[in-house]
């Protein structure tokens, strides 16, 4: 199964293997210049963009974890994990 998908100049092909593993390509389109500039600086372009995604992918997770805790968060009676630590940290110092 091939799938392309365009949206501003994005392209994102899903391929299938033999395997069952799915494949995703993501290819975009930039100008020749910037492309130069991009090699110019040493850096690879598949890898810039790779990194980068899997940084914004990494920072949505936490975004959403975060979220979840905030949302499922059980209120309980008694010290406050701040306190007992400054009290454990105190401790050691006294």
């Not at 992918?57 to 306190?83: A, C, F, H, I, M």
Request: contains cysteine.
């Amino acid at each position: 199964m091939v799938c392309t998908v365009v949206y501003n100049n994005v392209y994102i092909f899903v391929n299938r293997y033999v395997s069952d593993i799915m494949s995703v390509t993501v290819s975009i389109r930039i100008e020749e210049d910037e492309l130069e500039e991009i090699r110019d600086l040493g850096l690879n372009p598949g890898e810039l963009i790779r990194d980068l995604l899997r940084k914004e992918l990494r920072k949505k997770r936490v975004q959403k974890t975060l979220s979840w805790l905030k949302e499922n968060r059980v209120e309980t009676e008694g010290p406050d994990s701040t306190e007992i630590i400054r009290d454990l940290r105190d401790s050691r110092w006294a």
